[in-house]
Nanobody, 123 residues
Framework: VQLQASGGGLVQGGGSLTLSCRAS????????MAWFRQAPGKEREFVAA????????YYADFAKGRFTISRDNAKNMVYLQMNSLKSEDTAVYYC?????????????????WGQGTQVTVSS
C-alpha cells in the first residue's frame, strides 16, 4: 500500500487542523492505521492508531481529548482531527499502515509510511 499524507500547515495556538492520509490499493480495510510525528531533533513518536474498522482506537497521552483518529474504508482514507493545538505539537506528521495489524503504538509494527506533512503551531 502507498500512503500520501496531506493537510498540514501553519495554525495559531488553540486552533484546529485535520490531517488526511490517502491509501492506494484495494485491501485498505485489512490495515491498521496510525499517525506518528517527529519534531526537529527528536525521535519519531506515536500519536494515535485504529484498527481495520475504526472501532478500536488508541492515543498517546498528549493526544487524548484533543486529537481524534478516524477512517473511511470506502474512500481509503484515514484522518487526524487535531484541536486545541499547542506549540509543542509542531512536527512532521506521518501516517503508517500495518497489514492485518491491531492498533499498536510501536513504530516497528508498521510496514508502510507516508511522506509526512508539516504542522506548525505558532504561539
Amino acid at each position: 500500500v502507498q500512503l500520501q499524507a496531506s493537510g498540514g500547515g501553519l495554525v495559531q495556538g488553540g486552533g484546529s487542523l485535520t490531517l488526511s492520509c490517502r491509501a492506494s490499493g484495494r485491501t485498505f480495510s485489512r490495515y491498521a492505521m496510525a499517525w506518528f510525528r517527529q519534531a526537529p531533533g527528536k525521535e519519531r513518536e506515536f500519536v494515535a492508531a485504529l484498527n481495520w474498522n475504526g472501532l478500536n482506537t488508541y492515543y498517546a497521552d498528549f493526544a487524548k481529548g484533543r486529537f481524534t483518529i478516524s477512517r473511511d474504508n470506502a474512500k481509503n482514507m484515514v484522518y487526524l482531527q487535531m484541536n486545541s493545538l499547542k506549540s509543542e505539537d509542531t512536527a512532521v506528521y506521518y501516517c503508517a499502515a500495518e497489514y492485518m495489524g491491531t492498533w499498536s503504538a510501536q513504530i516497528y509494527e508498521y510496514e508502510y509510511w507516508g511522506q509526512g506533512t508539516q504542522v506548525t503551531v505558532s504561539s
